[in-house]
């Protein structure tokens, strides 16, 4: 059986220490929402905090990068391939936009309380939507372009919002793209579609599926695959 005890935090906002049977040390993790520890039984809390001193700086960074920052009227998305801006309207509802120029716009009544949690996540729901819509759009015939180039075949693509994993590909060939990728930069999203195109034709992580992705990047998988990882989405 496990208890929790929540503390309130100049940095993670709270901290969530969970006592667990069967725990043995300290586990800390980061999540958009605060600071989670799990801990042995019959800690002490002043033990705990005293140890996650230890970390903060380290884990305050790893949380910087997931929390979510509040959504208002200022936020934007400016990514190579995505562009979205949160505008007023005098509509009742929620109402997400396509203009011709590319950039989606999701129109918001002009009193919106920001405050409100529901509002934040149906705002966050929405600007998922638009992502998949682009993504849906952009993405196949891009992928189709990088298969022909390097006669690679796929039965399918799919277009998921997936936030784990930028992609991947099935033993059938099905690859499936993250809408997410709509915000990573382009020569990034191209890496992405390779990678998942080199799976066509090997399926593990072995010397040959690296040969062949470096055939794709001109020698620069390993690097690409780096600067991916330091990525972080701004949303």
């Given at each position: 059986m496990s208890t929790k005890r929540v503390i309130e935090d100049r940095d993670f906002r709270r901290i969530v220490i969970a006592t667990r049977r069967g725990a043995r040390n300290i586990t800390m993790r980061v999540k958009p929402d605060g600071l989670y520890l799990t801990v042995p039984p019959y800690s002490k809390t002043d033990k705990v905090l005293s140890t996650l001193e230890?970390?903060?700086?380290?884990?305050?960074?790893r949380f910087r990068r997931v929390a979510q920052q509040p959504l208002d009227f200022n936020f934007r998305i400016e990514?190579?391939?995505?562009?979205?801006?949160?505008?007023p309207s005098q509509l009742k509802c929620f109402t997400v936009r396509l203009r011709s120029s590319g950039e989606v716009t999701v129109f918001c009544p002009v009193h919106t309380d920001f405050s409100d949690e529901a509002v934040q996540k149906l705002v966050r729901a929405a600007i998922v939507r638009a992502m998949k819509k682009v993504a849906s759009e952009f993405l196949p015939p891009l992928l189709k372009v990088w298969a022909e180039r390097f006669g690679l075949t796929y039965r399918k693509v799919r277009i998921t919002g997936a936030r784990s994993r930028w992609g991947s590909c099935t033993s059938a060939r099905t690859i499936s793209l993250s809408c997410y990728l709509m915000l990573v930069p382009s020569h990034l999203i191209d890496y992405v579609i390779l990678h998942e195109l080199a799976h066509?034709?090997?399926?593990?992580?072995?010397p040959r599926f690296w040969e062949l992705l470096n055939d794709m990047t001109a020698g620069q998988a390993l690097r690409l695959r780096a600067e991916l990882r330091r990525f972080h989405p701004s949303f």
């Open positions: 230890q970390f903060r700086a380290d884990l305050l960074e990514a190579d391939c995505f562009r979205l801006s949160l505008e066509t034709r090997e399926m593990n992580h072995g």
